[in-house]
């Protein structure tokens, strides 16, 4: 069993910058994908973004491409999401999710573990 804690959420006016954390315990980290996804308010959870198990490959919503930056820190079992330029309607709860031996994918569903989420609201 995998446990997921979020970190970095906040308050941060439009063209600001965040950095979101996950730490994971209770598993072999390396050895699964990692994504981040979020939710607003009266919306469907949706991808932002994901890095692979093995090669660190990344991939990103188009909405956040170029803006946002996944990496991980396998000796520190953390994954990282760096947000820059934000804009309000990236205004969400942000869930952190593993994917055992995954492909980093863009799919909730692929995603065995989740965070219980951190509230980030970007002001106009």
């Known amino acids: 069993q995998v446990q997921l804690v979020e970190s970095g959420g906040g308050l941060v006016q439009a063209g600001g910058s965040l950095r979101l954390s996950c730490t994971a315990s209770g598993g072999t980290f390396s050895n699964y994908a990692m994504g981040w996804f979020r939710q607003a308010p009266g919306k469907e959870r949706e991808f932002v973004a994901a890095?692979?198990?093995?090669?660190?490959?990344?991939k990103y919503a188009d909405s956040v491409k170029g803006r946002f930056t996944i990496t991980r820190d396998n000796a520190k079992n953390t994954v990282n999401l760096r947000m820059n330029s934000l804009k309000p309607e990236d205004t969400a709860v942000y869930y952190c999710?593993?994917?055992?031996?995954?492909?980093?994918?863009?799919?909730?569903?692929?995603?065995?573990?989740w965070g219980q989420g951190t509230q980030v609201t970007v002001s106009s």
């Open positions: 999710a593993a994917d055992h031996f995954g492909p980093a994918s863009d799919r909730r569903y692929a995603y065995d573990y």
């Open positions: 890095i692979s198990w093995s090669t660190g490959w990344t």
